[in-house]
């Protein structure tokens, strides 16, 4: 059973930025890929960024292209999220997803652990 505990959330300025950090109780030995989602309120959750183990791969949605970079830490089993020019719309609980087996790190159904979410709010 892998835990996630993320952190780093808060409340900033359109145009601010923000780091979070997911920290894992397994890491690579024991995930083919980890990523962040996010649900804002009355929407769906969506996957905003994910990273391949194996392979390096990130891969990032369209409305945060250019602007978020996923990383991680091998030492310190530490999945980041750094936010730049953000926007309202990036308001959200932003949650760390790992899947142990491989396959996509895309969708909900991808995931096998989460993490308990962490709140970010981008004021106008």
């Known amino acids: 059973q892998v835990q996630l505990v993320e952190s780093g959330g808060g409340s900033v300025q359109a145009g601010g930025s923000l780091r979070l950090s997911c920290a894992a109780s397994?890491?690579?030995?024991?995930?083919?890929?980890m990523g962040w989602f996010r649900q804002a309120p009355g929407k769906e959750r969506e996957r905003v960024a994910s990273?391949?183990?194996?392979?390096?791969?990130?891969l990032y949605a369209s409305s945060v292209k250019g602007r978020f970079t996923i990383s991680q830490d091998n030492a310190k089993k530490t999945l980041y999220l750094q936010m730049n020019s953000l926007k309202p719309e990036d308001t959200a609980t932003y949650y760390c997803?790992?899947?142990?087996?491989?396959?996509?790190?895309?969708?909900?159904?991808?995931?096998?652990?989460w993490g308990k979410g962490t709140p970010v709010t981008i004021s106008s």
């Open positions: 997803a790992a899947r142990s087996t491989a396959g996509e790190c895309r969708a909900d159904t991808d995931i096998d652990y």
């Open positions: 397994e890491y690579t030995d024991s995930n083919h890929c």
């Open positions: 990273i391949y183990f194996g392979s390096g791969r990130t």
